[in-house]
Nanobody, 124 residues
Framework: QVQLVESGGGLVQAGGSLRLSCAAS????????MGWFRQAPGKEREFVAA????????HYADSTKGRFTISRSTPKNTMYLQMNSLTPEDTAVYYC?????????????????WGQGTQVTVSS
């Protein structure tokens, strides 16, 4: 059974940093595109960042470019999101997602597998 489990969320002050992890199990995700999305209360789920196959290209939302860094470890079957210079606008539930065939990394419907989410709260 495919499973994605996020961790690393929490409460942080504005300007601080957090590192999210997404541990994948059930199969090897080395050939999968993996991404991070987030959803704030009352808002639609939005793209944060994505990384294609190991060594492949990375993609970022304009709002996270330059502050967030996505990476993955093939041996650990884990994806990471390093978030720096956090602002209250980054407050949301963060979800990791994966799929073997993704044309547009920005599009959430293209991802088949999802984690349960981890809460990130940034105080001002």
């Amino acid at each position: 059974q495919v499973q994605l489990v996020e961790s690393g969320g929490g409460l942080v002050q504005a300007g601080g940093s957090l590192r999210l992890s997404c541990a994948a199990s059930g199969r090897t995700f080395s050939g999968y595109t993996m991404g991070w999305f987030r959803q704030a209360p009352g808002k639609e789920r939005e793209f944060v960042a994505a990384v294609r196959r190991p060594g492949g290209s990375t993609h970022y939302a304009d709002s996270t470019k330059g502050r967030f860094t996505i990476s993955r470890s093939t041996p650990k079957n884990t994806m990471y999101l390093q978030m720096n210079s956090l602002t209250p606008e980054d407050t949301a539930v963060y979800y990791c997602a994966a799929d073997p065939v993704v044309t547009s990394a920005f599009s959430s419907p293209q991802y088949r597998y999802w984690g349960q989410g981890t809460q990130v709260t940034v105080s001002s």
